[in-house]
C-alpha cells in the first residue's frame, strides 16, 4: 500500500485535503454509527449479523414481505429520527466550501441531506420513500408507516435490538399475522426506495457518478469497508485513472491495496476538525 510521508493521522489527512481540492468522496455505514444506526461489518470486514434481505426473497411471497415490514415497522421508530452527527456536517461544509465534486453515499438513511450536503447521489436509494413494484409510485415512508400502525396496532408494543437497514431484530414472532398494506393507487406490493442485494443500481445514478469522478483529482472514503461491488467499482476506476485515494475506515477494506493515505480512526474524530 502506498503511504504519504509520516505524519500523523490528522496532519496527514490535513495535508491530503489541501492537496486535492475538487474530492470525490464515497460514504459508508461507518459515517452513520455515531449517530445510533448499527453498521454491518466488523473490523475485519465481516458481516456482524445475517446478511440483508435480498430483492428476490423480498418478491418470493407476502410471509416475506410481512416478516421485512413488521421488523421495518419496529425499527423505523428509530431509525425515522436519527439526525446527522458531525461527520455528515463536515462533509457538508466541505461542499458548501467549494472542495467537494460529488458526494457518492452507499447509505440509505438521507443523513447528508439533512447535514446540508446538495450535490449526494444516493447510490442505493433512500429508506424515507415507498415505491410500488407494479405502477412505480413514490410515497413517504411516513405515510406508509401510519398505514402499517394502523393496521397491526398490537405489533406496537413489541421492541427489539436495531438492525443497520432500519429494521428491528424481530425474533420468534409468527408474521402471519402482520398486515401489509397495498399501493393506495394500483394495489401493487409496496417496497422501500433503496436498492436491494440481487437488485441493480439505476443506470442514471451510476452515469452521474462517473461524470463527476471525471471531474475529481482524489477520491476520499468514509466510513466503508468496500465490500459491496456497487461502490468498489468507483475506486477501482479513481485508481485505474491515477487519482489519490485516501480512506477514513476502522479496519480493513476491500481497497487497501489501492488506497494512497489510510485513516484508522472514526469518521467522527477524523472530520470533526472540518465541520
Known amino acids: 500500500m502506498n503511504t504519504l510521508p509520516a505524519l500523523d493521522d490528522d496532519d496527514s489527512l490535513r495535508a491530503f485535503l489541501q492537496m486535492h481540492p475538487r474530492l470525490f468522496v464515497v460514504t459508508g455505514a461507518g459515517i452513520s454509527t455515531d449517530s445510533g444506526i448499527p453498521d ?6 465481516a458481516w456482524k449479523r445475517s446478511p440483508p434481505m435480498t430483492l428476490q426473497m423480498f418478491m418470493s411471497g407476502p410471509p416475506a414481505r410481512a416478516r421485512y415490514w413488521a421488523r421495518g415497522m419496529i425499527g423505523w421508530r428509530h431509525f425515522g429520527s436519527v439526525q446527522p452527527n458531525v461527520a455528515h456536517r463536515a ?26 450536503s446538495l450535490n449526494v447521489v444516493d447510490l442505493h436509494g433512500r429508506l424515507d420513500r415507498v415505491r410500488c413494484m407494479q405502477c412505480g409510485d413514490i410515497t413517504r ?24 437497514d432500519g429494521d428491528a431484530d424481530l425474533d420468534g414472532v409468527d408474521f402471519s399475522r402482520f398486515e401489509v398494506p397495498e399501493c393506495t393507487v394500483c394495489g401493487g406490493i409496496l417496497k422501500p426506495d433503496v436498492v436491494y442485494f440481487g437488485e441493480n443500481v439505476p443506470r442514471a445514478r451510476v452515469d452521474t457518478a462517473w461524470a463527476h469522478l471525471g471531474r475529481a483529482d482524489a477520491m476520499l472514503v ?26 477514513i475506515n476502522l479496519g480493513v477494506t476491500r481497497a487497501d491495496a489501492l488506497i494512497t493515505l489510510k485513516i484508522e480512526q472514526s469518521c467522527a474524530e477524523a472530520l470533526a476538525p472540518y465541520a
Request: proline share 4%; hydrophobic share 45%; aromatic share 6%.
Open 91 to 116: 462533509l457538508a461544509a466541505m461542499e458548501h466550501a467549494g472542495r467537494i465534486e460529488l458526494l457518492l453515499t452507499q447509505n440509505v438513511d438521507g443523513l447528508h441531506e439533512a447535514a446540508g
Open 141 to 164: 415512508r411516513d405515510t406508509t408507516q401510519a398505514r402499517l400502525e394502523a393496521a397491526n396496532p398490537d405489533w406496537l408494543s413489541l421492541h427489539a435490538r436495531i438492525a443497520p
Open 40 to 45: 454491518y461489518r466488523d473490523v475485519q470486514g
Open 222 to 247: 468514509v466510513g466503508s469497508s468496500l465490500m459491496v461491488y456497487s461502490g468498489y467499482r468507483f475506486v477501482l476506476e479513481a485508481s485505474r485513472r491515477g487519482l489519490p485515494i485516501a480512506s
